[in-house]
């Protein structure tokens, strides 16, 4: 019988492994895809510190690998020396780079009997009824993943339509591939995915999948999961409002009540592709030393992630840390580079602020709003859920009422999709005199030149 999951003590800056703060930290090691509060972190980084990491791809990988037990393979969180429970930590996202030479993915589909409720949490061998079964891979194929304990196919996923794409030297852009090049490609799958030396997953290039042959994709990496850690043992993957639904009530170890998932989760698993290189992202600690984890790069991707899965690679990020006291978020904030902005959201030219004052004056207006752009993350079990939550966050953070954020997000931002079924962006002009208060100011200097 799987045991009760309970609320666990939140660490304490003592449970890392490095213990003297460090200005940077260097990471390889990964999870098994739980985010455990209770688990010792790396680190500490010093606050204004960097981490670097080798990152294993997400989703597909980890989604044919049973024993790991959260769909993904992120890596062990950091501890960032200062940060308490109510600050944030913000993530200056300084370097994205792809390291495999290709991958695979696609739509899937999932295998009756290979699994307790939720096949990204709780695999299980269909012969032998091991839960979270250890496996290796033998030939190529979607039949190639076999128990170590009796030998029986045991993937929990399967492709309804999927791919496998090539990329240039310089990953600029990447083509799919036919089935001969596909083949070729799965026997010696770790070394074109550019597996990192501690990573557990089984390669997807093992399966060769080839319903798309000679289409291109242009490649603009992004880190689909990166946040802090939640307060209570997740599953990776699950670590948001819309998979984070799949707990409630869960036939598992890991079945969390709608109040756990609420309190406990930090929305770390974004699927956003604005969370990229020159990006702000600034993130809620819910735990002693926030445990600042990343994973799940996708070399490319459109809004939505509509076919559930994109182009998961390795690659490694840099991020610099900085601990923002008493800010008190619950999920994260987003500070896109420019050309990820709604038009609407741009910041002002000083051209378009003459015209603006012109106006203003002549109805008697003597001074306008100074705005810059904010994006607040919303997450939930569907869009419309989503929004409401990022409408939400957005109003108790700057102090305003919720028709107010939506009229401002009409005029002044867009609601944008992240992923498909609920992760989005509310996007708009916020006043700077507001962001100012919250100590936003110097992220906003920083990124638009504004303030």
């Keep these: 019988m799987i045991p009760e999951k309970t609320e666990q003590a939140q660490p304490t800056p003592a449970q890392c492994l490095g213990g003297t703060s460090q200005r940077t930290v260097l990471v390889n090691q990964f999870t098994n895809g739980i985010l455990d509060p209770n688990q010792p972190m790396l680190g500490p980084v010093k606050d204004g510190g960097t981490i670097i990491a080798n990152t294993a791809p997400g989703c597909w990988g980890p989604m044919i690998t049973p024993a790991l037990r959260g769909g993904h393979e992120v890596t062990r969180p950091v501890a960032v020396e200062g940060a308490e429970v109510g600050d944030a930590i913000a993530l200056i996202i300084q370097d994205i780079t792809v390291t495999s030479l290709a991958t695979a993915s696609g739509n899937e589909k999932f295998m009756d009997g290979r699994f307790v409720g939720d096949p990204y949490v709780a695999g299980k061998c269909p012969q032998c009824g091991t839960l979270y079964p250890e496996s290796h891979v033998e030939g190529i194929g979607e039949t190639a993943i076999r128990c170590n304990n009796c030998g029986a196919d045991v993937t929990p996923f399967n492709f309804t339509n999927g791919y496998t794409i090539f990329f240039d030297p310089n ?18 799958a770790k070394t074109f995915a550019s597996l990192p030396d501690n990573s557990a997953q089984n390669p997807i290039l093992t399966f060769a999948p080839h319903d798309l042959v000679g289409l291109v994709a242009r490649l603009r990496p992004f880190m689909g999961q990166i946040g802090t850690t939640p307060s209570m043992p997740m599953p990776d993957s699950h670590n948001a409002g819309d998979f984070g639904s799949f707990l409630l009530g869960a036939p598992h170890e890991y079945a969390l009540t709608p109040e756990q998932l609420s309190k406990h989760k930090t929305d770390g698993h974004l699927d956003i592709d604005a969370v990229r290189a020159g990006a702000i992202l600034i993130c809620p600690v819910k735990v002693a030393g926030g445990g600042v984890y990343l994973g799940d790069m996708h070399a490319l991707q459109g809004d939505g992630e509509i076919a559930g899965h994109t182009c998961d690679v390795s690659g490694t990020i840099t991020v610099q840390v900085h601990v923002l006291k008493g800010l008190n978020i619950d999920g994260p904030l987003l500070f896109p580079v420019v050309d990820d902005l709604p038009f609407l959201a741009k910041p002002l030219s000083q051209a378009e602020k003459t015209k603006a004052l012109a106006i203003a004056r002549q109805w008697g207006i003597e001074e306008l709003e100074e705005s810059a752009p904010i994006s607040v993350i919303g997450s939930g079990p569907d869009l419309n859920s989503a929004t409401d939550n990022g409408l ?55 990124q638009y030149g504004i303030g």
């Design 171 to 188: 990953h600029t852009v990447g083509v799919t591939l036919p089935k001969d090049a596909a083949e070729t490609i799965a026997r010696d």
């Design 392 to 446: 939400k966050r957005a109003a108790d953070l700057l102090g305003m009422s919720v028709p107010e954020v939506k009229n401002r997000a009409t005029i002044t931002g867009a609601i944008e999709i992240g992923r498909a079924p609920g992760v989005v962006q509310v996007t708009f002009r916020a006043p700077l005199s507001r962001l100012e208060e919250l100590g936003l100011l110097p992220f906003v200097r920083d």
